[in-house]
């Protein structure tokens, strides 16, 4: 696709000038004493930022191939992709789909872990799998000339594994070990807490590593079934990056995969995440020193008309190159090391949340600030420099992002995940700058609503309580760490009288 | 390279399993260009036209290290200050006119050095550069500023360290197993120090170390060098010479005559043990061997204390550590997480049974060659991206004060032994050098 210049640079003397103090009026401590009053310097001719090229191919067997090209070092990335995550969990076997990628790499049919680990080690390799909501992962690292080995390798792992019993048993032992260092995480205990408030109890709301209940119930016949059903080559993309040539990584693809068998998918059976409706939860943990908070709202998942000019929004809320949250709670208060707000949109749903720790202290101070935020950024236009400004960092970083094979394969892997149109490939500056402020604030008041917000704040509850009242968000439950339980409609364990 | 032997001894290792049987492959080397300007500063080239955009980092050799006691983490708060503005610039606007470009740019401190970096669309290199000049010259010193970003490293102490499990881990390490070096005290500094920061202590440090001749500036991507040596003379070279030389008197640690143990309870869901034993510094012929060492112990799922003490015995969820090369002598250490139910004496024996098994016997061909092929590993894809390549250049300028350092270790690994891994094991890993810490849950055993 061709473009004939890079966006954001017309915007370029406004936004620049314009952030400078053509004076220095400011008290200064200028050592160098002669050092010149200057606008900063006019940039160098530019040059063409291209989307570079690759190569997909579908296997007969519906397996979708990527190939990205990149010799400047020796080594090729494997990363194969199952369309199956923590999302695929079926009721009362939450942590399944985890558990059977973790497993992975632990042992298959002609391979025991031990083995697995030695060969990957010895070639200065890396292999990895594991699982997120959406989808699962089994990624290779390799040098060149271990490329036959490390498709074999990810090709062994992902068709054989083994599942044996002893190997199960030390999975789960990490899993559940995993698990007791997580409670005492705030953010992540802030982060699932947050996502259970968002989504209730479809499967986005729940962890994706399950819980200490589901895993202890969690047998081989669990596993094997799960990898049955999603494992197949139909439900995979794989990409191979670096320095092979196409005809080397498609027939590596064919060697590894091709006799594999096309498989029919069970059919997917969706729930509906709740609406929105304002709850606030607040986990104590006397021992916090800081508050972690979590707010937002369901929104539109990542195939969808409004999601360019939804991310705009968020983006100029709190993320790169914009920022109000960090510009208020950091800059102008001091209140915290950062601020961000994220949407994220998954395949299903999606939501978007800000994030930010502050000390206890300053907790209802913080929440009040990012909680007014939202109401601006709802109710008020947003304005054309603002907007600019966001899309020239969004657009002019586009170069930024095609710079080494893994960013590269990423978003081609991104878009046939998503299933979105091949055509958005390369076109993301067009995308970017076509966004008005209009669509802005027609996303914005379509998808905020405060007085619907999802409010989690971990932290030493009873010395921020009073500032919840002051704030008039009196409404709050208070779980303590202990009683907490993401199984429970009330998120409290349910006490059993005697 | 192989040589023929070490070649024979692999294929007979590895004849059970299939493994390739050519030699490691090796990156290409960097090409770069070194200039010192009159003024002291040194600046670093490197073409990489393969996508148009550049990395800029300017190098300060200063970090924690230079700190004085009753001034821990000022280092990294200066860092922030630089932030905040500078002749030409106005405050906090520095990101916001790189990010305005579709840059990106941001900064770190380290125990040695601080890094202030940019990248950008190609085109914007005369901007980043001026900016860089702008601030090294004439930082804007603010109190109200300061005392605002005072609070802000705070939080991230809180954040990153105090709110976190085991975040405290390094800090308690490095005070138990350092006496007189400042290496003794965390990069991010206490809290009562950071209160203690003045308006002078921020003017003395930049006069004192932000300064051309301690600067190393690398700019890597898509450029004409000829003509960014022009823009860069242009911008820098207008920055006068210091009027004094950098001070360098860090004081040295005394060598360690006995094992020093410690106990501490903290609010951690899981206990640790960890074993430390002093090392020397990045760039000693020793440390080549002991960062093999650190591949055989804890690279990957077959390293030996992952085998040993995660996979084998399941008397710890994880175990991890690493040789700490760095400008002065450091560490080499090995942390265990205990699970519920496991002592940790027998933690600890297993943990310096592994280092004691290195010093008895030798480690096998096969182990040692896994070991320089991770090591290859790390340096290939360690220098895909530009930001990574000027890390490695700038790295070895500072450091090393030899930017030939970069690309010259690929040898020295290659030509290393099982005797060289042997004779360091027995130098280091002694008891009289050794450091052990328990870290036990504070008044929860078995709560949870």
Redesign the interface.
Same mark, same amino acid.
Do not use: C
């Given at each position: 696709m061709k473009v004939s210049r @890079?966006a954001?640079v017309g915007?370029?003397a406004a936004?620049?000038y314009a952030?400078?103090?053509v004076l220095?009026v400011?008290?200064?401590?200028?050592?160098?004493r002669d050092?010149p009053?200057?606008?900063?310097?006019?940039?160098?001719?530019?040059?063409?930022?291209q989307f570079p090229p690759y190569e997909i191919r579908t296997l007969p067997n519906g397996m979708q191939v990527v190939a990205v090209l990149h010799h400047?070092?020796?080594?090729v990335s494997i990363r194969l992709l199952v369309r199956a995550g923590s999302a695929q969990d079926s009721k009362g076997k939450g942590g399944v789909a985890n558990l059977t990628a973790a497993l992975l790499d632990q042992g298959t049919t002609t391979r025991s872990?031990?083995?697995?680990?030695?060969?990957?080690? !010895?070639?200065?390799?890396?292999l990895g799998t594991g699982a997120g909501t959406d989808l699962s992962f089994a990624n290779a @690292?390799v040098?060149?000339?271990?490329f =036959?080995?490390g498709m074999s390798l990810v090709a062994d792992v992902v068709r054989n594994p083994a599942f044996t019993q002893e190997e199960i048993e030390?999975q789960k032992?990490?899993v559940l070990?995993?698990l007791? @260092?997580s409670?005492?995480?705030?953010s992540y205990i802030a982060d699932v807490v947050f996502d259970r408030l968002i989504y209730g109890f479809h499967p986005y709301g729940l962890p994706g590593s399950g819980t200490e209940e589901s895993l202890a119930a969690l047998t081989r016949a669990d596993l094997q079934e799960f990898h049955r059903q999603y494992y197949v080559p139909n439900n995979m993309l794989l990409a191979i990056v670096g320095d092979v040539t196409s005809d080397e990584a498609f027939a590596a693809a064919e060697r590894v995969f091709g006799a594999w068998p096309r498989v029919a998918l069970p059919p997917s059976s969706s729930t509906e995440p709740p609406p929105s409706a304002r709850r606030i939860v607040v986990v104590n943990k006397p021992?916090?020193?800081?508050t972690s908070i979590r707010v937002g709202q369901l929104a539109i998942p990542r195939k969808h008309d409004d999601y360019m000019a939804w991310d705009l929004a968020v983006k100029i809320l709190g993320g790169?190159?914009?920022n109000r949250l960090h510009q208020v709670l950091?800059?102008q208060y001091?209140?915290?090391?950062?601020a961000e707000a994220d949407t994220e949109a998954r395949k299903d749903a999606g939501d978007f949340v800000a994030k930010t =720790?502050?000390?206890t202290d300053t907790t209802g101070q913080a929440l009040r600030l990012t909680i007014d935020e939202f109401a601006h950024l709802a109710r008020e236009r947003v304005g054309e420099r603002e907007l600019a =400004?966001a899309q020239?960092?969004?657009?002019?970083? !586009?170069?930024?992002t095609?710079?080494?094979?893994?960013q590269i394969a990423t978003q081609v892997l991104n878009v046939l995940f998503f299933e979105l149109p091949v055509s958005e490939i390369g076109t993301f500056r067009e995308r970017v700058s076509a966004v008005t402020p209009d669509d802005v604030q027609r996303v914005a008041r379509r998808y905020i609503r405060p007085d619907r917000l999802s409010i989690v704040l971990v932290g030493n509850a009873r010395a921020f309580a009073s500032q919840l009242i002051e704030l008039g968000l009196g409404g709050y439950e208070v779980i303590s760490l202990?009683e907490l339980d993401l199984m429970s409609p009330t998120l409290k364990k349910e006490r059993r009288r005697p | 390279m192989l040589r023929p032997a070490h070649f024979l001894l692999l294929l007979a290792a590895a004849a059970a399993i299939v493994v390739p049987l050519q030699a490691a492959v090796h990156p290409p080397k960097l090409e770069y260009q070194i200039t010192t300007l009159p003024n002291g500063l040194r600046v670093i080239l490197s073409e990489d036209h393969s996508t148009p955009i550049v990395h800029l980092a300017v190098w300060y050799h200063v970090g924690s290290r230079n700190e004085r006691s009753g001034r821990t983490g000022f280092a990294h708060l200066f860092e922030h200050m630089m932030f905040k503005g500078s002749k030409n610039v106005q405050p906090e606007s520095h990101t916001s006119i790189i990010a305005s470009i579709g840059g990106r740019s941001n900064a770190y401190t380290q125990e040695d050095a601080t890094v202030f970096w940019e990248t950008l669309p190609a085109q914007y290199l005369p901007l980043a550069l001026w900016l860089e000049a702008d601030r090294m010259a004439t930082l804007r010193v603010d109190r109200d500023a300061l005392e605002k970003e005072v609070e802000v490293v705070k939080e991230e102490r809180r954040l990153r360290v105090d709110n976190q499990p085991y975040g405290r881990l390094n800090e308690i390490l490095f005070d138990k197993a350092f006496t007189t070096h400042p290496y003794k005290h965390p990069t991010i500094g206490s809290m009562k120090d950071l209160e203690a920061a003045s308006i002078d202590d921020v003017r003395d440090f930049h006069n004192t170390f932000y300064v051309p001749e301690n600067a190393v500036v690398t700019v890597v991507g898509d450029f004409d060098s000829a003509q960014a040596m022009q823009l860069v003379t242009q911008y820098f070279g207008r920055v006068p010479k210091a009027a004094r030389p950098v001070p360098r008197d860090i004081p040295r640690e005394p060598e360690q005559t006995q094992e020093r143990r410690a106990v501490v309870q903290e609010e951690w869901p899981l206990p640790a043990v960890v074993v430390a034993y002093h090392i020397v510094y990045d760039g000693h012929p020793d440390s080549y061997p002991l960062h093999l060492v650190s591949k055989i112990l804890f690279d990957g799922e077959s390293s030996r204390m992952t085998r040993e003490l995660v996979y084998d015995k399941r008397i710890a969820v994880a175990a991890f550590g690493s040789a700490n090369l760095i400008e002065d002598p450091n560490l080499f250490y090995a942390v265990a997480i205990i699970p519920a139910g496991q002592s940790a004496q027998d933690v600890e024996r297993a943990l310096i049974a592994e280092f004691d098994r290195l010093k008895t016997a030798p480690v096998d061909g096969r182990e040692v060659e896994r070991a320089k092929n991770q090591f290859m590993r790390d340096y290939i894809i360690g220098r895909e991206s530009n930001e990574q390549k000027a890390l490695h250049l700038a790295h070895a300028a500072v450091i090393h004060n030899d930017v030939t350092r970069a690309d010259a270790e690929i040898d020295i690994f290659d030509n290393l032994t099982p005797a060289d891994i042997q004779r360091v094991a027995r130098s280091y890993f002694t008891p009289n050098n050794r450091t052990v810490i328990y870290i036990q849950p504070m008044g929860r055993a078995g709560a949870r």
């Open positions: @890079v954001g915007k370029w936004s620049v952030l400078l103090y220095a400011a008290p200064a401590a200028a050592q160098v050092w009053t200057e606008a900063p310097p006019r940039p160098l001719p530019a040059r063409e930022a400047e070092q020796p080594a872990a031990q083995e697995i680990a030695d060969q990957i080690d !010895f070639i200065g390799g890396d @690292v040098m060149k000339d271990s =036959d080995l030390r032992d990490q070990s995993s007791r @260092v409670v005492d995480d705030p021992d916090a020193v800081q790169e190159g914009a950091r800059s001091g209140l915290t090391y950062g =720790d502050t000390r =400004d020239a960092y969004l657009a002019g970083s !586009f170069p930024l095609i710079e080494t094979p893994d202990d | -």
